[in-house]
């Protein structure tokens, strides 16, 4: 049978600004990646979203980035990697603190915006992110972008890697995402999103935007929930994945 996680960024409100809809998108996925107060979110956010995924029992990842409050943690910042570790380590530990409260495990660690991009190439970013995570806690698994830096790094140091594709971006011949400010970098038309992401699942294959065929491993499938139309995309996904035969779980029961 065929097993997949689907994950969403929650917990990206702050103070008076709402950011998401978080309460909605949490009963269709499988692992929530809670913003730990850098790029969004806030210790009473964090508490609430923590609790909800309790609540679902949807499993609780952190979703670190950069210190970018105004820029969402989607600006590019040159830090050294030793910066990029600290901050990491600093973020693991703020969640990890509502978690245990919350008797709930901290299952899965998947880098933010920037940090997550910058990282997927980087191979002296991606290692000072995964060994931020394993000298914290080596059971936590590290998300990233399949065919990364990142899995490379996290499989050197001993994590287990979970490899994450995206439903509705276009691909480029290495395996990294079109980039946003280019045409067609997202896929609009739901059916063809979704047909994409069963192939990915069962095929292991994605069809890069130049006409490449790039192969690629997707145990986690990055579903967003930003907007009405996003949250029905989200059950329309799941839906169809199970018409398919796979099979939605958390990350720990697939690596």
């Known amino acids: 049978m ?37 790029h969004a979110g806030d210790p009473l ?3 609430k979203t923590v609790a909800a995924a309790r ?23 040159a830090c050294s990697p030793r910066e990029a570790k600290a901050y990491v380590r600093y973020q693991l530990g703020a969640l990890m603190a509502f978690t245990k409260a919350a008797g709930v495990p901290l299952q899965h660690c998947k ?19 995964a060994e931020a995570i394993a000298e914290v806690d080596s059971g936590i698994i590290f ?5 990364s830096k990142m899995a490379e790094a ?9 490899n994450e594709v ?17 045409s067609g970098a997202v896929i609009h038309d739901t059916q063809e999103a979704i ?37 029905e995309f989200v059950k329309n996904i799941r839906a169809r994945l199970t018409e398919e035969g796979v099979q939605i779980a958390p990350l720990s029961e697939i690596v």
């Open 2 to 38: 065929y097993k997949a996680d689907l994950n969403s960024d929650l917990g990206e409100s702050f103070g008076n600004y709402t950011l998401g809809l978080d309460h909605e998108v949490i009963a269709h996925i499988s692992s929530a990646n809670i913003a730990c107060g850098y």
């Open 45 to 47: 956010v964090m508490e």
């Open 55 to 77: 609540e679902a029992g949807v499993a609780v990842g952190a979703h670190p980035g950069f210190p970018d409050l105004m820029g969402f943690g989607r600006r590019n910042i």
């Open 111 to 129: 880098p933010h915006g920037a940090l997550y991009n910058m990282a997927a190439k980087d191979m002296d970013l991606a290692l000072a992110l």
């Open 143 to 147: 998300l990233v972008l399949a065919n």
């Open 154 to 162: 996290g499989e050197k140091v001993g994590l287990r890697v979970a």
């Open 166 to 182: 995206f439903a509705d971006r276009a691909y480029q011949a290495d395996g990294t995402l079109v980039p946003r400010s280019r």
């Open 195 to 231: 047909a994409r992401t069963v192939r990915m699942v069962k095929e292991g294959v994605v069809t890069a935007i130049t006409g490449e065929e790039v192969p690629l491993r997707a145990d986690s499938i990055c579903v967003h929930g930003d907007n009405p139309s996003a949250v």
